[in-house]
């Protein structure tokens, strides 16, 4: 009987372990298209139609990930600065805490324009 015992909490650390790794990896790949995305508005000499264009590159960048989890959100701050608001439902393997359901990053990048 301990040994089942002991098997099975092996096994429900494991699966932690994995949702945890998950999770990280998600949001290191959010972080990076977004980051991606927001240069790119930066960048660009008119930046209504780079953020349509960067905002359907970022969610091919991620996949079946992006394509219905996440929500952009774009402000130019001061004229000088793109920032970009992504959310995004987490992948789960296990039923977590609120604050484990949402990934949200904000990108701020200087644009490249000539003045």
Do not use: K
């Amino acid at each position: 009987m301990a040994a089942v015992v002991g098997f099975a909490l092996i096994l429900l650390v494991l699966l932690a372990v994995a949702q945890v790794a998950v999770r990280l990896y998600a949001q290191s790949a959010l972080t990076s298209a977004a980051t991606r995305a927001a240069e790119t508005v930066a960048e660009s000499s008119s930046p209504l139609q780079a953020e349509a264009a960067a905002g359907a590159a970022l969610r091919s960048q991620l996949g079946p990930f992006g394509a219905s989890h996440v929500r952009l959100s774009w402000d130019e701050a001061d004229g000088a600065q793109v920032v970009l608001r992504v959310e995004a439902g987490a992948p789960s393997l296990l039923p977590g805490p609120a604050s484990w359901r949402t990934i949200t990053r904000t990108v701020t990048v200087r644009t490249e324009r000539f003045r």
